[in-house]
């Protein structure tokens, strides 16, 4: 079955650069979502988009944008990165009008900022 | 504040015996409850939902409770096996407050000895 997938898997940068990552949900799954997990956190919940639209923001600095396009799939858009932003980003998928979601998680991007 | 509690401590067991992990909130009023499986590196996996009026919910060698009234959910793997090695995740769901996204505690790391 297809999963959620994400790319790419490991970025290296350096303090001040962009970075873009990018997620493909599940076919016909309708929302995604971006989470960021540092080393033993929780996943914070940073955006998340329905139909293309967004449709609820978390913790997401504003030096972070996000977008889903028209085939679904989203991109996280990263700038002037900073140390405390390496972490783990995973984008997840759900789908459908229950009110209670599972998501379905990508196996994430690994970032270092140095 | 809002908070999700797991143990922060690891939890070692000896395999064959049974896993008990505790998830207590406060200040929510979720309308379900979900437990994640996270392996090292790697993005939450769902294991199990229950919702609010529900009590208990079982799947194969799982089985999760709900209290609503102590805040708290228990989730019990039984005849416990090395392969059940993991963090375990609880997350919250309030779909009523608009929100779609999960809300994670930070999970608890599970090691079963042979």
């Known amino acids: 079955a297809a999963g959620v997938i994400q790319s790419p898997r490991h970025l290296i940068k350096e303090k001040r650069e962009t970075a873009t990552l990018k997620c493909y949900p599940i076919?016909?799954?309708?929302?995604v979502y971006w989470y960021q997990q540092g080393p033993g956190q929780d996943p914070q919940f940073l955006i998340s988009?329905?139909?293309?639209?967004?449709?609820d923001k978390g913790s997401i600095p504003d030096r972070f944008s996000a977008q889903q396009f028209s085939d679904y799939h989203s991109e996280l858009n990263m700038s002037s990165l900073e140390l405390g932003d390496s972490a783990l980003y995973f984008c997840?998928?759900?789908?459908?009008?229950?009110?209670?979601?599972?998501?379905?998680f990508g196996s994430g991007t690994q970032l270092s900022v140095l | 504040s809002q908070k999700i509690e797991q143990n922060s401590e690891a939890l070692n067991i000896q395999e064959g015996k049974t896993a008990t992990l505790t998830c207590n909130y406060t200040?929510?009023?979720?309308?379900?409850l979900q437990w994640y499986r996270q392996d090292p590196g790697r993005g939450p996996v769902f294991l199990l939902l229950?919702?609010?009026?529900?009590k208990e919910k079982r799947k194969e060698r799982l089985k999760v409770t709900f209290d609503t009234t102590l805040k708290q959910s228990l989730f019990h793997i039984t005849a416990s096996q090395p392969a059940d090695s993991a963090t375990y995740l609880c997350?919250?769901?309030?779909?009523?407050?608009?929100?779609?996204?999960?809300?994670f505690g930070s999970g608890t790391r599970l090691q079963v000895q042979p």
């Open positions: 997840a998928s759900s789908a459908g009008q229950d009110r209670a979601e599972k998501l379905f």
């Open positions: 076919p016909r799954h309708d929302t």
């Open positions: 988009f329905y139909e293309k639209m967004q449709s």
């Open positions: 200040n929510y009023s979720p309308a379900y």
């Open positions: 229950i919702r609010e009026n529900e």
């Open positions: 997350a919250l769901g309030q779909p009523d407050t608009g929100r779609r996204a999960l809300t």
